[in-house]
């Protein structure tokens, strides 16, 4: 399965973006998918999963602001924003563990600065 992120940008600290990832083909026996990010001069780092159980798990750094949800339907990934802080710039890429391999999406870019 391939994915393409979008919904990146520039916002102002306190503000909000949703991030979507559609995927070329169903998601619903996917069993792990996930946000990640990347800022400039660090390592990428998980930001928010979802396993097929519905169960979720979040970067404490995002605890309370971000929300994962996943639309089997639509065959869509999102990822909710909110209260964006500087910290939060970087490259968000989306991921899939397909038949046990990782699948990964161009990355998107979030840049949140006043």
């Known amino acids: 399965v391939q994915l393409q992120a979008s919904g990146g940008g520039l916002v102002q600290p306190g503000g909000s973006l949703r991030l979507s990832c559609t995927a070329s083909?169903?998601?619903?026996?996917?069993?792990?998918m996930g946000w990640y990010r990347q800022a400039p001069g660090k390592q990428r780092e998980m930001v928010a999963s979802i396993i097929s159980s519905g169960r979720t798990n979040y970067a404490d750094s995002v605890k309370g602001r971000f929300a994962i949800s996943k639309d089997n339907a639509k065959n869509t990934l999102s990822l909710q924003m909110n209260s964006l802080k500087p910290e939060d710039t970087g490259v968000y890429y989306c991921?899939?563990?397909?038949?046990?391999?990782?699948?990964w999406g161009q990355g998107t870019l979030v840049t949140v600065s006043s």
């Open positions: 991921n899939a563990l397909v038949d046990g391999f990782p699948s």
């Open positions: 083909g169903s998601i619903s026996s996917i069993r792990y």
